[in-house]
């Protein structure tokens, strides 16, 4: 499952699902003043345990927040299991962020970007791993 940019909601992008869980869906920010997006959460990665730990993988990558013409933004932090966290656009340049990928050996998501953010893509998602396991 995942998270969703909502129709007519301009300025949020939704986190992507994780292994173990639907990403939240981006948060319009008109209400509390223009263009004030949130983006959404990355959902939650899943548990195991074969490698002889307890290590949790493919978290979602969060989504995009930005403003055009409001004062803040939010980008929606990445899922446990190494999501990436969204970007963020705002007036001012010292205040953006770029996408981060997600974790490598993780398979987790890479964190999202807007189509308004030429100069941030989105964030590559985290390599996976292969385990074998078999009787000894």
Do not use: C
């Not at 959460?41 to 899943?46: D, E, H, L, Q």
């Amino acid at each position: 499952g995942s998270g969703q940019h909502v129709p007519g909601q301009w300025e949020a992008g939704g986190g992507g699902g994780g292994a173990g869980g639907s990403g939240t869906n981006g948060i319009d920010g008109r209400p509390i003043g223009f263009g004030n997006g949130r983006g959404g959460s990355g959902g939650a990665g899943a548990v195991s345990s074969i490698s002889g730990t307890s290590v949790t993988y493919a978290g979602g990558g969060g989504g995009f927040g930005s403003n055009e013409g409001g004062t803040t933004s939010e980008r929606g932090t990445g899922g446990t299991g190494g999501g990436g966290n969204g970007g963020r656009n705002t007036i001012s340049e010292n205040n953006k962020l770029a996408p981060t990928s997600g974790t490598a050996n993780t398979g987790g998501g890479g964190g999202g970007s807007s189509n308004r953010s030429v100069s941030y893509p989105g964030g590559s998602g985290g390599s996976g791993m292969v385990i074998i396991r078999y009787p000894v």
